[in-house]
């Protein structure tokens, strides 16, 4: 049905938004968690930081992400000294993209669904000894987990997407960077492209839908099954 | 052991709680008072739920906080279990997760309940497979109940977890936490606005109202006090026997007896179907607003109010000193 070419452009995507997710999740819990708390010193702060994805250009997101990871930058020039890792140019630097535009939308949902657990709960968990720690792994995870995952799936969905920052950041490289959004544009640069072009846009589409449906799904089961 | 609390503060709002009192911890003691008193906001302080202003809270010699002293143990290391009035069962465990819960969390040492044991005798046994949400009311309460008790808590705090309950489901409930509190010796503190239940429960009794305590100390001294009795309605005046001189009821504990249901006789009845006539003299009489009498007897098992017309106060020529017999049906109490 795919064409060798297409196989590759879609596997390319799902790895790196799949390590998008995976990688960006546990911080972005910590976000939601954090945010879903009664007011701190900074919380506003970090809501802001949150968000930044959402507001700024993609392009601009690409370009800070090069200015800070690109070989020249601060953290970029420390981790290839140190590590040997090269993040700009390469499926791990379209990880760090997409995962960065992809955040605000897991902290969202993830808090949402911290927001709407029963704070009370947690009052009782404190009253059969349960420590902070405890109390966030045995209830308010465990509560919170449907949002966790519709978050990650809402994630991925939109990080097969992701355009802006991935090719400013990790440029257009076939079967290293190249995600299905890039692979549409380059097709379309070439004369004749159009018919892959519409080929990888009908993958692209029905992922992107997929996903929202699990999400959904997910949602849904989760909701029968913490009725009270 | 007690629990002392002094000159504790707590706000919520533009509620505040003053709390001043020592309690045994032993037996149960009763938080009682009208809705709106503070009830729930004590145990919320003591179990470490609400930060105080001042004051300081101990337990057994342990200070649990001390504003002065910049001391404040946290909730989960009290080792005060708290009974919720809406229970507050985790949604996402089954009965018996909800259980072990408590029971992987209690220090080693205080290792006494067992999940199977507490289950049998809160007549949960066979729900411990069920999802928390396929229970009623009281099975919740139950539950709730259990899994507090598991978590072996030094002193077990129950705000109202009866509320839900009535008539006879919560007759039930009272004897099984009576029970509870003899056969484990764990200390508990009960909130309860209902006078039958303090009745019912209490060794020990703290009053409060508008967010101060008036009066605490021994259940059958406390409850005569007049601080006490102005926090009664006037259909709910009346006073506290000892259950164990009443024929008719369980034995343990105390039974309020409402001065409405007492009847006077000036000569020994005879020929009669209630079960309790107690032999006494007139203490007080209290003429009430409306012309009903109020009058006080001392009798065997303690002091007891009857309410009677004014014509009855003319007709039996009833004064103070006056030997009289007082007659209570056992269905009224």
Redesign the interface.
């Known amino acids: 049905m795919l064409s060798a070419e297409e196989w590759q452009i879609l596997g390319t995507s799902l790895g790196v938004a799949g390590r998008a997710v995976i990688f960006s999740l546990p911080i972005a819990i910590a976000f939601a968690y954090a945010l879903s708390r009664p007011r701190f010193p900074g919380k506003s702060v970090l809501d802001g930081v949150a968000h930044l994805p959402l507001v700024l250009p993609p392009v601009l997101i690409g370009f800070l992400l090069l200015l800070t990871f690109g070989r020249r930058g601060p953290v970029g020039s420390w981790l290839e000294a140190t590590f040997g890792i090269h993040l700009a140019f390469t499926a791990e630097g379209a990880a760090l993209a997409t995962a960065v535009m992809a955040f605000p939308l897991m902290v969202r949902a993830i808090r949402l669904s911290f927001e709407a657990s029963d704070g009370g709960l947690f009052e009782a968990a404190a009253v059969l000894r349960a420590g902070a720690w405890d109390r966030f792994m045995s209830v308010a995870l465990p509560l919170a987990w449907p949002g966790v995952l519709a978050g990650a799936v809402t994630a991925f969905a939109a990080g097969l997407g992701e355009f802006g920052a991935v090719i400013t950041f990790a440029s257009n490289v076939p079967g290293e960077t190249q995600t299905l959004p890039l692979a549409i544009y380059s097709a379309l640069q070439v004369p004749g492209g159009e018919a892959l072009a519409l080929r990888l846009a009908g993958i692209s589409m029905f992922a992107a839908v997929a996903g929202l449906v699990v999400a959904e799904m997910i949602q849904r089961w989760a909701r029968r099954r913490l009725e009270t | 052991m007690s629990l002392v609390v002094a000159g504790a503060v707590v706000r919520r709002g533009a509620f505040t709680l003053n709390a001043e009192f020592e309690a045994p911890a032993q037996g149960i003691t009763v938080v009682f008072g009208p809705s709106g008193a503070g009830k729930s906001m004590l145990l919320s302080m003591v179990?470490?739920?609400h930060r105080l202003e001042v004051g300081k809270v101990s337990l057994g010699g342990r200070v649990l906080e001390d504003v002065a002293a910049r001391v404040r143990v946290?909730?989960?290391?009290r080792?005060?279990?708290?009974v919720?009035q809406?229970a507050?069962?985790?949604?996402?465990l089954s009965v018996r997760g909800n259980l072990l819960?408590?029971e992987r969390?209690?220090?080693a040492h205080r290792n006494t309940p067992i999940v199977d044991d507490i289950a049998e005798q809160l007549d949960i046994s066979g729900l411990l497979d069920r999802a928390?949400?396929n229970l009623s009311g009281g099975e919740k309460s139950r539950v709730a109940l259990a899994?507090?008790v598991l978590?072996a808590?030094e002193l077990l705090l129950l705000d109202e977890p009866f509320a839900a309950l009535d008539g006879k489901r919560r007759r039930a409930f009272l004897a099984m936490l009576r029970d509870l509190s003899v056969k484990t010796s764990l200390p508990m503190m009960v909130v309860t606005h209902q006078i039958e239940d303090a009745a019912e429960l209490a060794d020990h009794v703290v009053a409060l109202k508008d967010g101060k305590v008036i009066a605490h100390g021994s259940a059958s001294g406390v409850m005569r006090r007049q601080e006490f009795v102005s926090l009664l309605d006037r259909r709910d005046l009346g006073s506290r026997i000892d259950a164990n001189a009443v024929a008719g009821v369980r034995p343990g504990g105390g039974v309020w007896v409402r001065a409405d249901s007492v009847i006077l006789a000036t000569e020994r009845p005879k020929g009669l179907s209630a079960r309790n006539v107690w032999q006494g003299h007139i203490a007080s009489i209290h003429m009430e607003a409306d012309g009903s009498a109020l009058v006080s007897l001392a009798t065997e098992p303690g002091y007891i109010s009857s309410r009677i017309t004014p014509e009855a106060l003319a007709e039996l020529h009833l004064k103070e000193g006056a030997q009289v017999w007082a007659v209570v049906k056992t269905h009224s109490l």
């Open positions: 179990a470490g739920l946290a909730t989960h290391q080792g005060i279990g708290l919720f809406d507050r069962l985790f949604p996402h819960y408590a969390r209690r220090p928390v949400r899994r507090a978590s808590p």
